[in-house]
């Protein structure tokens, strides 16, 4: 909130949000996947959860093709795109640590793996197949793919994967440089989505936001009774899928609208209001599970 006051006084602008994402993209992010990924402990066991993003990104987009089949092309895109992911890193790492620990840390760490081929690949590829620049950039599928493999987020999740795979490390200096970089990421998103912030209703009424949340409330709600009684996992890693799954839509559709040419505003709203209807249900089920 204290972007979106200083945006309306005039000290930041909308358009600071561009380069701030550039920043979280590109370093902050980067940096946290880095520290993150290599540390984490991959078991057979939970082989399984990495594809639950995946799962919730096949059944959201299938649903949403048909949802949002007649709406223009700069809104199809950008409401496909809303359809999948999961902002992991922003929201749920500090809950689930405060709840469970380092053990909560873990779960979801391991779920971001297929979250991040969802965010920065599936999502990434949707939203440039039904970019409003697609035409005028005369881009082929070539193009959009190397792109996808040049992203920095996903070339540090490729680094942080191998690593953990061959047990390697960073030298203490540079991790240590690293954590300074990183502790600067949950800040930095949280001015964009109050800069990108727009409080009007009736526009998320018409462009389509409104609908895109009871979808992901509607598959996260299923999933969730699927996960929960077929799965077979321990009470508190149940806990913790089941609060995963109505986490908000990630950041990175906010940077995306802007490089591939949608509405930047309905993208904030999107991340705005998924976060504060995944915050309420969160603590809700945290209270009844």
């Not at 880095?34 to 066991?45: E, F, K, R, Y």
């Not at 959860?49 to 919730?56: A, G, K, N, Q, Y």
């Not at 779920?111 to 965010?119: K, P």
């Not at 994967?161 to 061959?166: A, D, E, G, V, Y």
Request: proline share 4%; hydrophobic share 55%.
């Amino acid at each position: 909130m204290l972007a979106y006051f200083l945006k309306k006084i005039g000290f930041l602008h909308a358009d600071d949000s561009s380069l701030l994402s550039k920043i979280v993209m590109n370093l902050t992010l980067p940096a946290i996947i880095l520290i993150t990924i290599p540390n984490v402990s991959l078991t057979a066991d939970l082989i399984f959860l990495p594809f639950i993003s995946l799962i919730m990104a096949c059944m959201g987009l299938s649903l949403g093709f048909f949802l949002f089949k007649d709406s223009p092309p700069h809104l199809k895109g950008l409401m496909m795109m809303g359809t999948m992911g999961l902002n992991l890193g922003l929201f749920a790492f500090p809950i689930l640590e405060g709840l469970f620990g380092s053990e909560g840390i873990k779960i979801a760490a391991i779920m971001d793996i297929g979250n991040a081929i969802t965010i920065l690949g599936v999502s990434y590829l949707t939203g440039a197949h039904y970019s409003p620049l697609k035409n005028k950039s005369k881009r082929n599928y070539k193009s959009l793919f190397l792109d996808f493999f040049k992203s920095t987020p996903l070339v540090a999740y490729f680094i942080g994967i191998i690593m953990n795979i061959l047990g390697l490390h960073f030298p203490e200096a540079l991790l240590d440089w690293m954590l300074i970089i990183s502790r600067a990421n949950q800040f930095l998103i949280l001015v964009v989505l109050g800069l990108v912030l727009n409080l009007d209703w009736r526009v998320h009424g018409k462009n389509g936001v409104i609908h895109l949340i009871l979808l992901r409330l509607l598959v996260s709600t299923v999933l969730s009774v699927l996960f929960w009684n077929f799965l077979p996992y321990d009470l508190m890693i149940r806990k913790i899928i089941v609060l995963c799954l109505y986490l908000p839509t990630g950041f990175t559709i906010v940077p995306f609208s802007m490089e591939l040419g949608y509405d930047r505003d309905a993208a904030g709203a999107i991340v705005n209001i998924s976060l504060i209807v995944g915050f309420f249900i969160m603590w809700g089920l945290m209270i009844f599970l």
